[in-house]
């Protein structure tokens, strides 16, 4: 997307209504993270945001430490409860370190695409794995691509009707760059409004690739925060990663 800056897309109006929908598997997402926390109980949120993952896993006795672009984010957090107890390292999640490492790193909510480069991405994976501890993890969630498969790479979906405004995304792909463009639009009576975001789509097994350039390997991975399989009919998974030299019965 032409012009496009990742900085825009989580400014200060997204950031004061990015959790008036949330998702409705918050609960779950903590207790699979803090499951995984290791013995120091320690994690680091790669794109922290918010807040919305990390405050209730605090709560759940994990020390979370954050990773964020977006300022305007980040004061969002601070106004919560317990928002300015979370250590945020200002930067880009590929390359910016907090010289300390955890039981757990994690990125949730195809966070990744939002590096748009596959180059970007590995950086993202070496990352992680230089913030783990020797036996920690690292977890991933994203959605299993579909624009690729659209007529056209190209789609305009209706996400939500109401009284007062009508919500829609219009997207286009291009498969040379792997690249995802979409506009959340919302049409009201104050007049259109225009979230555009730009996204690098990959299949598990790309990502399996990036974790093993990263001396990674895949310790398992699920169809959902409760443990669903993975299977062919997935609409996302959750992938945890290991160093390629960890003891499994650890």
């Known amino acids: 997307m032409k012009g496009f800056d990742p900085r825009a897309s989580f400014g200060y109006e997204v950031s004061r209504q990015y959790d008036d929908d949330p998702r409705g598997d918050e609960a779950e997402t ?12 320690s994690a680091l949120e790669f794109a922290v945001g918010t ?3 990390a405050l209730p896993l605090m709560r759940a006795g994990v020390r979370v ?13 601070r106004e919560k409860p317990g928002g300015d107890q979370v250590d945020v390292t200002m930067g880009d999640m590929s390359r910016i370190t907090t010289d300390r490492t955890y039981g757990l790193v994690y990125l949730v909510f195809n966070t990744i695409g939002n590096l748009l480069t596959q180059e970007d991405q590995v950086r993202c994976f ?33 996400m939500q009707i109401g009284l007062e405004h009508v919500d829609v995304d219009a997207g286009q792909y291009d498969p040379l760059t792997q690249i995802l463009d979409v506009s959340h639009i919302r049409i009201s009576g104050a007049g259109i409004r ?16 990036m974790a093993r350039i990263a001396g990674l390997r895949l310790r398992e991975r699920w169809g959902g925060w409760k443990g669903e399989p993975y299977t062919a009919a997935s609409w996302r998974h959750i992938s945890v990663y290991e160093r390629a030299g960890a003891d499994n019965a650890a």
Not at 65 to 77: N, T
Not at 127 to 150: K, W
Not at 194 to 209: K, N, T
């Open 30 to 41: 903590v207790e699979f993270l803090a499951r995984l926390a290791g013995r120091q109980r």
């Open 194 to 209: 225009l979230f555009p975001i730009s996204l690098r789509l990959a299949h598990p097994p790309e990502f399996d690739l």
């Open 65 to 77: 430490d954050g990773i964020e672009l977006s300022q305007d984010m980040v004061d969002r957090m």
């Open 126 to 158: 070496e990352n992680a794995a230089g913030h783990l501890t020797d036996d920690g993890v690292f977890v991933l969630e994203c959605r299993i691509p579909t624009a690729p498969s659209r007529p056209g790479h190209q789609y305009l979906d209706t």
């Open 51 to 53: 807040g919305r993952i």
